[in-house]
């Protein structure tokens, strides 16, 4: 039997429900690494910055690195 365009949506949107509740609990787990390092004394607003550095290519981070330097510089927080 044929599947119809209905049955394919269907499945479409209860693919997407399944993936969206699976990303919530991988948003909750990373809460709770985060409350972890938290607790024992790592601040975690600098972590999240490492974390967003790390998934960075390494020409585009080191072109933010000199891009921010200019601006410190140019604003005299060196």
Do not use: H
Not at 27 to 42: F, H, P, Q, W
Not at 48 to 73: A, C
């Amino acid at each position: 039997m044929a599947e119809t365009a209905d049955d394919r949506l269907r499945l479409l949107i209860e693919r997407i429900e399944r993936l969206e509740e699976e990303k919530k609990g991988i948003s909750d787990d990373i809460r709770d690494v985060y409350n972890e390092a938290k607790a024992v004394g790592y601040d975690v607003k600098i972590m999240r910055q490492i974390v967003r550095l790390r998934k960075m290519k390494p020409d585009d981070r080191r072109e933010m690195d000199m891009v921010l330097e200019t601006y410190r510089s140019a604003l005299g927080l060196d």
